[in-house]
């Protein structure tokens, strides 16, 4: 991502401000694992979205005051420290950030209190995210007293605390052709793991196996992380939504499902497929996988702009339960069926959600209660599932089947453009790629 792009998302949103304002966007910071070990560092999604700094603990601080005219950024970072940087990695130091990251000013991260006062000081409004980063409210609440028990040495506080969310929130739901760029390639190389994924699979072998799979060809490609914990569900395991043990034994016969879509400068992918771990599907297996990809297909003629997500749901609920009677897993008439809900025993979440830096992207998905209009540039999935209990109340062959096909879309001017629509998910597809392997099953 340029320079150029964060200073026009820096600059849309000192615009949108209330005049007089300034915005206090702080950076992740690390969280243990265990002791003296950090989870891998993940850059907090508003603060890359506005300058793309790859530091924890650092502020990104934006004033509109009338005497900056074209709006103030400033950065705090960690200084430069040789031993710090021996122990624990390279570090820009202010002097390199203020270069390499076009920022007007660059102080130390020990300054911060100090220096915030005085940059606060004389704005009406603070625009902040309180609640998302409890160390930054604590900062922020503790600079404010400051600043209002500070009347005598003539600073004022801010009178306005005013949350940036729902304004950054709806500048990051409209991707630019740059974001979009990235998440195409984030998704291709999604795509290829779930192809490696399929051709790799064979009855013995573990959960885990596939996931390793997956992983290298998202590292092989230049994707460090995963943008979520990969799930790959075996047989029952699929029914579990959130499954992410991915520690059973695949068996022959029974459906994989994974998903799992790689990191790339932040952005997310997210794409499930479901397969017959040694490559064929079982003829019950086959009858509930075509029902869920017609009703993704359908639902995918319903996303371009002025349509809403709702109409894509119900097309596909539709789909879900006329096919759900079709095969006697459920019984009565299909109004009735989609009026009680009975499909949810079987498709018990949503259709799908924005995708972006966050995998479960910001956006509200109402207006003033009304399902909101697609607009060109959103990024959603579309995610439909059956995932028939072992203990549900059904004949035996569809016990334990749990299916999801998930894809990601951009929505364009004319309707829509799927980013991961190279991932194989037709039956006749999956069964001709994964016998391009061989196969001990
Ligand atoms: N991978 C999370 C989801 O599909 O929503
Ligand atoms: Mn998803
Ligand atoms: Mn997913």
Same mark, same amino acid.
């Given at each position: 991502?340029?320079?150029?792009?964060?200073?026009?998302?820096?600059?849309?949103?000192?615009?949108?401000?209330?005049?007089? =304002?300034?915005?206090?966007?702080?950076?992740?910071?690390?969280?243990?694992? =265990?002791?003296?070990?950090? *989870? %891998?560092?993940?850059?907090?999604? *508003?603060?890359?979205?506005?300058?793309?700094?790859?530091?924890?603990?650092?502020?990104?601080?934006?004033?509109?005051?009338?005497?900056?005219?074209?709006?103030?950024?400033?950065?705090?970072?960690?200084?430069?420290?040789?031993?710090?940087? +021996?122990?624990?990695?390279?570090?820009?130091?202010?002097?390199?950030?203020?270069?390499?990251?076009?920022?007007?000013?660059?102080?130390?991260?020990?300054?911060?209190?100090?220096?915030?006062?005085?940059?606060?000081?004389?704005?009406?409004?603070?625009?902040?995210?309180?609640?998302?980063?409890?160390?930054?409210?604590?900062?922020?609440?503790?600079?404010?007293?400051?600043?209002? !028990?500070?009347?005598?040495?003539?600073?004022?506080?801010?009178?306005?605390?005013?949350?940036?969310?729902?304004?950054?929130?709806?500048?990051?739901?409209?991707?630019?052709?740059?974001?979009?760029?990235?998440?195409?390639?984030?998704?291709?190389?999604?795509?290829?793991?779930?192809?490696?994924?399929?051709?790799? %699979?064979?009855?013995?072998?573990?959960?885990?196996?596939?996931?390793?799979? +997956?992983?290298?060809?998202?590292?092989?490609?230049?994707?460090?992380?995963?943008?979520?914990?990969?799930?790959?569900?075996?047989?029952?395991?699929?029914?579990?939504?959130?499954?992410?043990?991915?520690?059973?034994?695949?068996?022959?016969?029974?459906?994989?499902?994974?998903?799992?879509?790689?990191?790339?400068?932040?952005?997310?992918?997210? #794409?499930?497929?479901?397969?017959?771990?040694?490559?064929?599907? %079982?003829?019950?297996?086959?009858?509930?996988?075509?029902?869920?990809?017609?009703? !993704?297909?359908?639902?995918?003629?319903?996303?371009?702009?002025?349509?809403?997500?709702? !109409?894509?749901?119900?097309?596909?609920?539709?789909?879900?339960?006329?096919?759900?009677?079709?095969?006697?897993?459920? !019984?009565?008439?299909?109004?009735?069926?989609?009026?009680?809900?009975?499909?949810?025993?079987?498709?018990?979440?949503?259709?799908?959600?924005?995708?972006?830096?966050?995998?479960?992207?910001?956006?509200?998905?109402?207006?003033?209660?009304?399902?909101?209009?697609?607009?060109?540039?959103?990024?959603?999935?579309?995610?439909?599932?059956?995932? #028939?209990?072992?203990?549900?109340?059904?004949?035996?062959?569809?016990?334990?089947?749990?299916?999801?096909?998930?894809?990601?879309?951009?929505?364009?001017?004319?309707?829509?453009?799927?980013?991961?629509?190279?991932?194989?998910?037709?039956?006749?597809?999956?069964?001709?790629?994964?016998?391009?392997?061989?196969?001990? %099953?």
């Amino acid at each position: 991502m340029s320079n150029t792009e964060f200073s026009s998302r820096r600059n849309q949103l000192l615009q949108s401000m209330q005049a007089n =304002s300034i915005c206090l966007i702080p950076a992740a910071d690390l969280v243990t694992r =265990s002791r003296d070990t950090e *989870y %891998s560092f993940r850059q907090d999604s *508003y603060f890359q979205y506005l300058c793309g700094f790859p530091e924890p603990q650092a502020w990104l601080v934006l004033s509109n005051r009338a005497d900056f005219p074209n709006g103030l950024s400033v950065l705090f970072c960690l200084n430069k420290d040789p031993v710090a940087e +021996i122990w624990h990695g390279r570090r820009y130091g202010p002097k390199q950030a203020k270069q390499d990251f076009q920022m007007d000013m660059t102080y130390v991260l020990d300054d911060l209190e100090e220096k915030l006062i005085e940059l606060i000081d004389g704005h009406d409004n603070l625009y902040f995210a309180q609640g998302h980063n409890s160390a930054a409210d604590e900062i922020v609440f503790s600079i404010m007293q400051s600043l209002r !028990q500070a009347p005598k040495q003539s600073k004022l506080a801010p009178n306005n605390t005013l949350d940036v969310r729902s304004m950054l929130d709806e500048m990051r739901l409209i991707k630019s052709d740059a974001e979009i760029n990235i998440m195409r390639q984030a998704a291709n190389i999604s795509v290829d793991a779930h192809k490696r994924a399929m051709q790799f %699979s064979k009855a013995g072998i573990n959960e885990y196996h596939l996931e390793a799979e +997956i992983h290298h060809e998202f590292a092989m490609q230049g994707a460090k992380n995963p943008a979520y914990g990969t799930i790959v569900g075996g047989g029952n395991n699929a029914c579990i939504l959130h499954y992410t043990e991915n520690n059973q034994v695949l068996n022959a016969g029974e459906l994989v499902l994974i998903d799992a879509g790689c990191e790339l400068q932040g952005y997310a992918a997210d #794409i499930t497929r479901t397969f017959p771990v040694s490559g064929q599907f %079982s003829e019950a297996q086959a009858a509930l996988y075509q029902l869920v990809l017609d009703a !993704q297909l359908a639902a995918f003629e319903w996303i371009k702009p002025e349509n809403t997500i709702k !109409q894509a749901t119900d097309v596909a609920v539709k789909t879900i339960t006329q096919g759900l009677l079709d095969l006697g897993i459920l !019984q009565g008439k299909l109004e009735e069926n989609i009026e009680q809900q009975t499909y949810r025993q079987y498709f018990m979440h949503g259709l799908g959600h924005w995708l972006g830096l966050d995998v479960h992207d910001v956006g509200i998905y109402k207006i003033e209660g009304q399902d909101r209009p697609l607009k060109a540039g959103m990024v959603l999935t579309i995610e439909p599932g059956i995932y #028939i209990s072992p203990e549900a109340n059904v004949e035996e062959k569809w016990k334990g089947i749990g299916i999801r096909i998930e894809d990601n879309l951009v929505v364009t001017k004319s309707g829509y453009e799927n980013l991961t629509h190279g991932a194989p998910k037709t039956i006749s597809h999956i069964e001709t790629l994964m016998q391009t392997t061989l196969k001990d %099953s």
